[in-house]
């Protein structure tokens, strides 16, 4: 805050005062860089551990909203910050008439922001507590392998046709979903160094191991959204977009995962979102979708 004082200068108050909102914006910076770990931590967690969970708690999805909420904060308190900055720059102390004035606008600004900032802080801290106790993704660990993984996947799609395949199978009977996809993207991704070693040496075998995936991957269907919507929004834009697409689509519970993993695109998932407002599933067209349901047992 400023002073104002008749007959005194200001300019070394102005210089304290912007040092002081400077080491406020760093921590406010920093504040930022736990939030981008935590959504690391998060991605990590949901892809490597959940998958082999026995039960999913309804706890972990507030968590998933409470950290929406922290990095929401951090947001808005560093623009504040940048903005109460501007403020204090376009201050005219030439200006006797409209010091005063202008300093009080400061002032209150300030005070606002700051008691804003004093509630985020403690949520935060009271958040980072609850994670230590609760959840193991906040430390390092070695990766537990995805269920999806360390099952061998019985399927009875014929890997040898590799020609593009544009229909999502949902089987019940196999219990395995078959993902659409194109020959195109199977060979870049062959040839790729996200393929290393390689860990696939044919088409044959990135069809069924990347293509079919167990449905038991998608037990818990609200983490499974997240999950689905995270990792295909993270790969085109931000790590903070794709946590908030996350949170925003997970209790969308006409939404099923599967279909999610199926999209290639931020854009094929958008196209069946509005299919799905509209109650029009039956005209999305990037790709089919067929349910094989299991025989009923009489």
Same mark, same amino acid.
């Given at each position: 805050?400023?002073?104002?004082?008749?007959?005194?200068?200001?300019?070394?108050?102005?210089?304290?005062?912007?040092?002081?909102?400077?080491?406020?914006?760093?921590?406010?910076?920093k504040?930022?860089?736990?939030?981008?770990?935590?959504?690391?931590?998060?991605?990590?967690y949901?892809n490597?551990?959940?998958?082999?969970?026995? %039960?999913?708690?309804?706890?972990?999805?507030?968590? &998933?909203?409470?950290?929406?909420?922290i990095?929401?904060?951090?947001?808005?308190?560093?623009?504040?910050?940048?903005?109460?900055? %501007?403020?204090?720059?376009?201050?005219?102390?030439?200006?006797?008439?409209?010091?005063?004035?202008?300093?009080?606008?400061?002032?209150?600004?300030?005070?606002?922001?700051?008691?804003?900032?004093?509630?985020?802080?403690?949520?935060?801290?009271?958040f980072?507590?609850t994670?230590?106790?609760?959840?193991?993704?906040?430390?390092?660990?070695?990766?537990?392998?995805?269920?999806?993984?360390?099952?061998?996947?019985?399927?009875?799609?014929d890997?040898?046709?590799?020609?593009?395949?544009?229909?999502?199978?949902?089987?019940?009977?196999?219990?395995?979903?078959?993902?659409?996809? %194109? &020959?195109?993207?199977?060979?870049?991704?062959?040839?790729?160094?996200?393929?290393? %070693?390689?860990?696939?040496?044919?088409?044959?075998?990135?069809?069924?191991?990347?293509?079919?995936?167990?449905?038991?991957?998608?037990?818990?269907?609200?983490?499974?959204?997240?999950?689905?919507?995270?990792?295909?929004?993270r790969?085109?834009?931000?790590?903070?977009?794709?946590?908030?697409?996350?949170?925003?689509?997970?209790?969308?519970?006409?939404?099923?995962?599967?279909?999610?993993?199926?999209c290639?695109?931020?854009?094929? &998932?958008?196209?069946?979102?509005?299919?799905?407002?509209?109650?029009?599933?039956?005209?999305f067209?990037?790709?089919?979708?067929?349910?094989?349901i299991?025989?009923?047992?009489?």
């Open positions: 805050m400023i002073l104002y004082k008749e007959n005194t200068s200001l300019q070394l108050q102005f210089i304290e005062e912007s040092e002081i909102l400077k080491s406020k914006i760093e921590i406010q910076d504040n930022k860089n736990i939030c981008n770990v935590y959504m690391e931590k998060v991605s990590d949901m490597h551990v959940l998958p082999n969970s026995t %039960k999913a708690s309804s706890q972990f999805e507030n968590t &998933l909203i409470a950290l929406k909420n990095c929401d904060n951090v947001i808005s308190d560093l623009q504040n910050l940048n903005e109460l900055k %501007k403020c204090l720059y376009n201050i005219d102390t030439n200006s006797n008439d409209e010091l005063r004035k202008n300093i009080d606008t400061y002032n209150n600004s300030y005070m606002q922001i700051m008691q804003k900032i004093d509630i985020h802080d403690v949520e935060m801290q009271d980072t507590a994670v230590l106790k609760n959840y193991a993704f906040v430390f390092p660990t070695n990766k537990t392998t995805s269920a999806e993984n360390t099952k061998s996947i019985k399927s009875s799609r890997v040898s046709d590799t020609s593009d395949t544009n229909v999502l199978i949902i089987s019940e009977k196999d219990q395995i979903a078959y993902l659409p996809y %194109k &020959l195109e993207e199977v060979e870049e991704f062959l040839n790729s160094k996200e393929n290393k %070693k390689p860990k696939y040496s044919s088409i044959q075998e990135i069809i069924e191991n990347k293509y079919t995936v167990h449905l038991s991957s998608f037990k818990f269907p609200t983490i499974s959204r997240f999950r689905e919507v995270f990792n295909l929004v790969k085109e834009k931000g790590l903070l977009e794709a946590f908030e697409a996350a949170v925003e689509l997970m209790t969308n519970f006409n939404l099923n995962p599967i279909i999610v993993r199926a290639r695109s931020v854009q094929e &998932l958008n196209i069946f979102v509005d299919c799905l407002e509209e109650s029009e599933t039956e005209k067209p990037c790709f089919e979708i067929e349910y094989k299991a025989p009923v047992v009489v």
